[in-house]
């Protein structure tokens, strides 16, 4: 019967690394981000979940339980298109047959090939404001 005990001592998972809550703003020339993503995606050497939140009137947060655990990661902001936001608050165009303006799109160094960075650490506040830029038209 001792033996079970010592063997099954060892056998025991490890303890999961929390995530950590991080918040902060993000701003698109100068204006806050009416609506969009933001994502969290660990960099090299990094491990640990990748960490989304929606973002409103510039303004996001992650809990703990959702949020990435400490280290460096890459951040990635995109525009959530009006007519998808349209769609999940049950508004539907009615006339579809206009052709209408593309919508702006955030630059890629922001995104696609960002250059953002954050260090999310284990203990205090993890408040991240970043400052975007506008894809030029045509992009």
């Known amino acids: 019967m001792g033996f079970l005990a010592i063997v099954g001592m060892g056998c025991s998972e490890p303890e999961p690394v929390p995530g950590v809550s991080v918040s902060g703003s993000i701003r698109v020339d100068s204006e806050p981000l009416k609506f969009g993503r933001i994502t969290f995606r660990p960099a090299s050497g990094t491990s640990g979940p990748v960490a989304t939140s929606l973002v409103e009137d510039g303004q996001y947060a992650i809990e703990a339980e959702k949020g990435p655990w400490p280290?460096?990661?890459?951040?990635?902001?995109?525009?959530?298109?009006?007519?998808?936001?349209?769609?999940?608050?049950?508004?539907?165009?009615?006339?579809?047959?206009?052709?209408?303006?593309?919508?702006?799109?955030?630059?890629?160094?922001?995104?696609?090939?960002t250059r953002l960075n954050a260090t999310v650490q284990a203990e205090g506040e993890n408040i991240f404001d970043f400052e975007v830029k506008w894809a030029p038209a045509g992009r």
């Open 71 to 113: 280290g460096t990661f890459r951040v990635i902001v995109e525009t959530i298109p009006q007519h998808i936001i349209d769609l999940a608050h049950g508004k539907f165009e009615e006339d579809r047959t206009q052709e209408k303006a593309p919508e702006p799109m955030i630059s890629r160094e922001f995104n696609t090939d």
